[in-house]
């Protein structure tokens, strides 16, 4: 598609230029707005401010650009790792809470979960809802 305008005498602004001006400044944009997101370890609101670019604009660019999304997706498991090389730190220097967190999200096949047995006792009835459900699972 060719953009040109018509002007009187014979002049012609090129609206093509403009556009190209205009997506340039966009990708520098998302460049700029990419690298803060990166060095805020994925924090949206304070890689926008950094790049001055409004938080609206940035969820457009994530929901119209696949590159720009990919991208992202990137900075947030990058983000995610560095999360977990510093819960790997804390279980080193032997956190308690730290590995029970660990073991709760990542042990869960080896039977480190909670579970909770919620009894509801009223004058008449008492309700067991891990009997309830495996009723409820039963009849289906």
Known sequence: MHWLIQVKEGVQFHLLAQYLN?????HIKKESLLKSLEQS????????KKAEVPRSTFY???KEDKEFAKEVKD?????LDFAESQLHKQIQDNSTSATIFYLKTKGKKRGYQENQAIDINTDEVSINFKELISAI???E
């Open 22 to 26: 205009m997506d340039n400044s966009r």
């Open 41 to 48: 370890l994925g924090v949206v609101t304070l890689a926008c």
């Open 60 to 62: 457009k660019w994530l």
């Open 137 to 139: 699972k039963d009849k």
């Open 75 to 79: 900075i947030e498991n990058v983000a």
